[in-house]
């Protein structure tokens, strides 16, 4: 979780510096969005991708976790077939 907050500020403090930029240098509407948008996401690609490469192994271990529990649970409910199908529970 702290990966994932840490690139998603990171990302959003480089939007925020490239439209300040762009601004200055005189884009303005719909432009200036777009442009910044693009510098941005340039910049990250390049600039954050130790950030973004932790955020992907975070991510993942807690995929990984979450699929060993639900696996675990189901030999847990499979395991429990120790009971007949005549017996009423």
Do not use: C, K, N, W
């Not at 303005?28 to 600039?47: K, P």
């Not at 649970?73 to 429990?80: P, Q």
């Amino acid at each position: 979780m702290r990966s994932t907050l840490a690139y998603t500020s990171a990302r959003i403090l480089l939007f925020i510096a490239a439209t300040g930029v762009l601004y200055l240098v005189g884009a303005r509407g719909l432009l200036l969005l777009a442009l910044a948008l693009l510098v941005s996401g340039i910049v990250s690609f390049i600039a954050l991708s130790r950030q973004r490469d932790a955020m992907s192994a975070a991510f993942t271990g807690r995929i990984h976790g979450f699929r060993g529990r639900l696996d675990a649970g189901t030999r847990a409910e499979d395991g429990d077939g120790t009971t007949s199908a005549a017996d009423p529970r």
